[in-house]
């Protein structure tokens, strides 16, 4: 038998332990009955969604169509604002810039961010001698399990409140009950302490308007809020995907996808332009006042102009990260995300084959989506994965 | 050095090399050298129709592709396989289900000789039951038995398209030669093939692509009575939803025929899929995704579902575990008996 096949005997192991694990299979039931119900109510409640989508995926359209002519704009608007604004073209570059940044021995406290984990950027960092937090409760709870997320917005979204209290009681060496509302308190009283010592803080952005240089995060736990304020230095990492024309356009893909992750409204709308900034003493302009005195931005390529150029998988590029098809997929909901690597699912194994590995490495998620279709039908951006899954095999196998 | 980093992390381990599983490989060989993915002689696949007397020509192609026939056999292929090894490494048994198949010709007959006669026979009867009421709606069927080639949906499924391209064009050629205006199709997949996937490869006869649940529904006044007291719950297969568009029209045909219906939690546009279409590359997540499938249509309280496709009758029966009195039927099974009665 060839390593070929043991390899993908190990991934068909993993996945029928994990269709096995009752952790996973009660996580996910209440996770995509919960999301169901959730959306339905707030498109009840926000009816104009789907209209808005529409015009969202008009916006997304152009704005591939136009990504190199953003991408300059952006740069130019971020160094006007007193941001410092870079180009990476593949991880190396992106960690070069960014270890160049921070340097060795620092602090840093990190948002939730899918770039991060392709870039595995908390690897990079630790690499080059520094201490990383991930300050995003789930993604704390990975870190410390050292694991990696099982979705793209709820990390952790296989790990119970029982084995959470395990993880806690053994990290922070005192008996942590299986209670969620102490478990949330104690990383908050931890994490508070690191926001204020941090020497940097690292975010990853949901759009970029190009015109106004403005990074637009969406969040609910006032981490992100913290991480790219309360240190004197800020970096983005951000995928040149996700620039858009104009300020306005950034609200309207903002509000499409909080409104498909299934938030009415998430708690916090983060809108960041350039470092902090005062003026009130004799009117001259200081940077860093209470924020970051320091802010950059790392626009990433790292395969995405290939995607861009082709013409079945570009759609995959307006992808809002809102994590709705995952709950809709009949895979992931017995499985979760030991279907994918870092990118999950089927749009996961689209996003694999170009930016995580290539083609080979998405072969075996390129066989596991079942093609059934019903991810389309929840995608706001109405992206056809079966359509790319198909031609993507097409490629594996004449290859 | 800071303690907590992503080394060793369970990323999974996944393929390097260009080779492809051996299943894919043997599947695609069937169907361009054998006209159907496990070989089976056109004489065997054919041999429903025996008494119905079809001619092989006229203006209503009725077309199998084989697909109900095909289904036992490969339910026979899955089981067999998970029995010897649980942990269902598919990869390796193929390699050597390769090894017979290259050793003794191609004779799948072999190698899927433990399949059950019952469900052979109700396979294979479903075939001859859609023809039976088409014919008593009043549709003059032509049949090309012998000849007729597969649809080639699963060298589309798994992405062998330069294959495809090639062995579409004899399946256009056999299909011109019926000198057929319409063509009637059992199964959604090989409606979506004919209608929506062929046109873009090759010169598709210019025929009217119809399944048989449109044909039925056109006519459905003329079907008889079915004296089924409790209500039905229907499962939409997701290709006749999603792709073709088709679910009020199972509904009509139920209410037609004095059935009660209840939607199960997904449905239509929304349906959930049968977790056939992994079945030869994981059969155990097939198998779960089915059981849950199978949840949700009995939830409803109803004790009977219906089903209007192959592969999803084939992969849900597999998720009803044992004990359970759910039953499921082809809509084409449950229309027959009021024909019977
Ligand atoms: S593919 Fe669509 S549904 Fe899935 S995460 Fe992207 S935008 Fe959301």
Known sequence: MSDLNKELSEYTKNLNKASKDSNINRAITRAVKAYRDTVEDTMERHPHTPELAEEVRRIKEYSMENNQQLLEKAMQSIEKNKGKAFYAKDREEALRITNEIIGTGKTVVKGKSMLGEELQIRHGLEESGNEVWETDLGEF??????????????PAIHVPREQVAEIFTEFFKKEIPPDIAQEVAVVREFLREKYFTADVGISGANVVAADTGQIVIIENEGNVRLCTGAPPVHIVLVGIEKLVPSFLDSMKVAEVTWRYAQYASPSYVNIISGPSKTGDIEKVTTYGAHGPKEFYVIFVDNGRSEMLKDPTCRQALSC??????MYECPVFQVTAGHYGRTYLSGIGSVWTSFVDGGVEEAAPMLYTCLRCGRCVERCPMKIEVPTMVGELRNRLVSE | ???????????PNMATKKT??????ILRDNIVEHGNPLALKSKELSSWAKGLDLP????ILYYTGGEYQLLPYIDSLVKTLTYVDPASNIFSWLMEARKIVNKTGINAEKIYASILAKDKERYFSINYQAATILQKLGYDLCYDGKNELYSGALLYELGFWKELKEYAGKVAKSIEKTEAKTIVCLSPHAAEMFKIIYPKLVDFPKVEVKTFIEMVWEKRDLLPQINYNQPVVIHDSCRMARELGITQEIRDILTSVGVTYIEPIRNKEWTTCCGGPSKMLFPEISKIVAERRINELSDTGSKKALISCPYCLSALQSGIVKDNDFVLDDIVE????????
């Open chain 2, 20 to 25: 492809l599983p051996p299943v894919l490989e």
């Open chain 2, 1 to 11: 050095m800071p303690k907590y980093f992503l080394k060793g992390c369970d990323y």
């Open chain 2, 334 to 341: 449950f229309l027959y008996r009021g024909f019977k009665n």
């Open chain 1, 141 to 154: 709870i990975l870190q410390l399990k050292n694991d990696r997320p099982m979705h793209i917005l709820s």
């Open chain 2, 56 to 59: 092989e020509k006229g203006q």
């Open chain 1, 320 to 325: 809002l990260r809102c994590g709705g098809c």
